[in-house]
């Protein structure tokens, strides 16, 4: 029986640092800024590549998240973590990419594009396949459910702040993690029945 793992949560610096470095970041601390970056980068780019982002521009876009977020960062009081301000701030970057590249459409020069994507894919890392599999079952979620799966099964987010982040009450989250759940379940049972 093969399953994709569900990768948990990656070890993180704790919440209180995370949101002291940002406050820190806002009285001008560049040491600080450093240590937000740094240990927040890996969680937007995740983020907003789960919320369909190309890989491409996933990096971009990430990149816009923590301009936004540093020059607004005087703004930052502490109310929430650091890390579910940032998310938020991401959320707004994805949507603001997604109506960008729709109003524009992008051209392609190379004669033929999917050969040339397919070849700067990066193939031998470990557990490629796995991840391949889950990012493709992970697609086939309603974009709700994608969401509140990631924020909370692959970020390590608290319901509380997920439903911070996406706007929406707490039971709304844990409802659409559930159902997602669920759906991914089934799948990879039809999938090892096959």
């Not at 789960?50 to 816009?64: H, N, R």
């Not at 994608?146 to 439903?163: D, I, K, N, S």
Request: proline share 6%.
């Amino acid at each position: 029986m093969s399953t994709v793992a569900l990768l948990p949560p990656r070890k993180q610096p704790k919440e209180e640092s995370i949101t002291a470095w940002a406050l820190a970041a806002r009285g001008g601390d560049a040491e600080a800024v450093e240590h937000f970056v740094r240990a927040l980068h890996p969680d937007v780019r995740r983020y907003v590549t789960f919320l369909g982002a190309d890989p491409q521009s996933a990096e971009d876009l990430a990149q816009d998240t923590f301009l936004r977020a540093l020059s607004s960062l005087h703004r930052f009081e502490g109310r929430s973590s650091a890390r579910t301000w940032l998310l938020t701030i991401a959320r707004r970057a994805v949507i603001d990419g997604i109506r960008h590249n729709s109003a524009r459409p992008r051209l392609s020069d190379a004669a033929d594009w999917e050969a040339a994507v397919e070849r700067n894919q990066p193939r031998d890392l470990p557990g490629f396949d796995d991840g391949v599999v889950l990012a493709e079952l992970l697609d086939a979620l309603p974009d709700d459910r994608r969401e509140a799966f990631v924020l909370t099964q692959m970020l390590g987010l608290p319901y509380a702040e997920a439903a911070l982040v996406t706007g929406c009450p707490i039971g709304t989250v844990r409802s659409r993690v559930a159902r997602a759940r669920v759906s991914l379940v089934q799948w990879l049972g039809e999938a090892d029945d096959t």
